[in-house]
């Protein structure tokens, strides 16, 4: 499941021809480290983490057993394969007791190497699996279906095909509900590193002060109330995905320290100096104009620079009014299924009236009214007369002036009534309590069609 190079190995043997052995068996699959004694091997899994140790027991300086409970305090989570001669198999078997993971004989068997080495690989990925379900944390979604005829939307897709498999950095802008997160998965599941983590850290929603920890990780006691080790989200996504969403939020010490994990490929977890090496994928994504944001020194010119080696640009649906109705569809199929009912049909008139309005929520107003209109019809068939007032369900951050919001009610309210009258306006005005002719000018003013 992980990729290729991407486990690591320290071997710890004061045999030269030992380590030679093993650096033969194991550099085409591995990242190897070598020690040749304890100290050795401790100051360096201090300075920089491994996924495996394989441990010699008689070293030098010590009984390699003995350096078991240090190395487990550094990382409870390394996996330990003691190394033992022939004549001393005791002891390999005992250290498994105390927390050795498994034991390798020798002379080797390169077979028996390989395998027990990647059983212990194997081993830590599935723990890596478990912590990330434990934590909720995106594996690999079914791929969720983008749907778009415009030709910029195309654009878009065509876009994420090509870049998906290459290894830079993207970075997503487009308004809110505009599908920024939908591509990032995109690209990520047709990346080569669709099976490994993709992992979103949301930059607006974490405090300041817990953005540093929540990326880095951090050792116990690093802080007041860091109770535990913990890993980071890039530590999570290691070989894997990172989305940052919302980019912008980060505070401009945030963003110096995302710049130099980008340019050493290197972090390491608060309360530490161990380098954990970054094998990751990253992915920002923003709603504002990043670049005004860095004329404003608000955001890191190196930074963006940074990012932007991919850039994408998700136009607003109102400027792609021609997917309006093929999102209508595919919400509304996705409702039904969801529910187990019959999908639901709209009126040409209420296309038209919902393929006419702004949407400034983007996609994800229109998903939400879709969701809003299923639950709330009994009928088969949605008319006009049935869909909730537009500019009643706009964000709040995109509230219109009270004028347009008032006129974009009425033309609406007016067309429901049309409709329901068949058309027929003396039945329509009467419906509405007001006089024909006020009906009339209504029409013009409001630019409603004859239906
Ligand atoms: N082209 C599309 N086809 C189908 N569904 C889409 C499309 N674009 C967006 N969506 C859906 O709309 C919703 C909003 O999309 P998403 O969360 O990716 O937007 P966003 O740009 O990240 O928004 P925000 O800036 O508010 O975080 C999601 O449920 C997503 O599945
Ligand atoms: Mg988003």
């Not at 912008?248 to 380098?275: C, N, P």
């Not at 008319?383 to 008032?406: C, D, F, M, V, Y």
Request: glycine share 6%; hydrophobic share 40%.
């Amino acid at each position: 499941m992980t990729r290729g190079h991407s486990s690591s190995i320290l071997i710890v043997d004061d045999e030269k021809y030992v380590r030679e052995s093993l650096r033969m068996a194991l550099e085409d699959h591995y990242v190897l480290h070598m020690a040749r004694n304890g100290a050795e091997a401790l100051a360096f899994f201090e300075s920089r983490s491994v996924d495996i140790i394989l441990l010699d027991i008689m070293l030098p300086d010590t009984d390699g057993r003995r350096l078991i409970p240090d190395f487990k305090a550094i990382d409870a989570g390394v996996e330990i394969i003691m190394v033992t001669a022939l004549q001393d198999l005791q002891s390999g078997i005992e250290a498994m007791k105390n927390g050795a993971q498994d034991y390798l004989v020798k002379p080797f068997d390169i077979d028996n190497v390989k395998a027990i080495v990647a059983r212990a690989v194997k081993k830590k990925t599935l723990q890596k699996e478990v912590f990330l379900l434990k934590h909720e944390i995106g594996h690999c979604r079914p791929f969720e279906t983008m749907v778009g005829q415009n030709p910029e939307i195309k654009k878009v897709f065509r876009m994420i095909a090509t870049i998906a498999p290459s290894e830079g950095t993207v970075l997503i802008q487009g308004e809110s509900g505009t599908g920024k997160e939908l591509v990032a998965r995109a690209i990520h599941n047709q990346s080569g590193r669709a099976q490994n983590p993709f992992v979103v850290i949301n930059c607006a929603a974490i405090p300041v002060t817990l953005m540093e920890s929540e990326l880095f990780g951090h050792r116990r006691g690093a802080f007041t109330g860091a109770s535990r080790d913990c890993p980071g989200k890039l530590e999570i996504a290691n070989t894997g995905t990172i989305f940052l969403d919302d980019i912008d939020s980060l505070s401009i010490k945030m963003q110096a320290k995302l710049l130099r994990v980008i340019q050493q490929k290197e972090f390491e977890r608060l309360g530490t100096h161990r380098l954990i090496r970054a094998d990751i994928r990253i992915i920002a994504s923003s709603n504002q104009d990043l670049l005004a944001l860095v004329a404003q020194n608000r955001f890191r010119q190196d930074l963006y620079y940074r990012l932007n080696v991919l850039p994408i640009v998700l136009p607003p649906l109102r400027e792609r009014r021609d997917d309006i109705p093929f999102l209508l569809k595919h919400f509304l199929q996705i409702y039904a299924k969801r529910n187990g009912t019959p999908t639901k049909q709209l009126t040409p008139a209420a296309i038209e009236h919902l393929a006419a309005y702004d949407w400034p929520g983007n996609v994800r107003e229109l998903e939400n009214l879709v969701e809003r209109i299923c639950t709330i019809n009994p009928e088969r068939t949605i008319r006009l007369g049935n869909l909730p007032p537009l500019a009643a369900i706009a964000s709040p951050k995109h509230q219109r002036p009270l004028r347009e919001a008032t006129q974009a009610f009425e033309k609406q309210y007016i067309e429901s009534a049309l409709e329901a009258a068949n058309g027929n306006k003396t039945e329509a005005a009467r419906r509405l309590g007001i006089h024909r002719n006020t009906l009339l000018s209504k029409t013009k003013e409001l630019g409603i069609k004859k239906s």
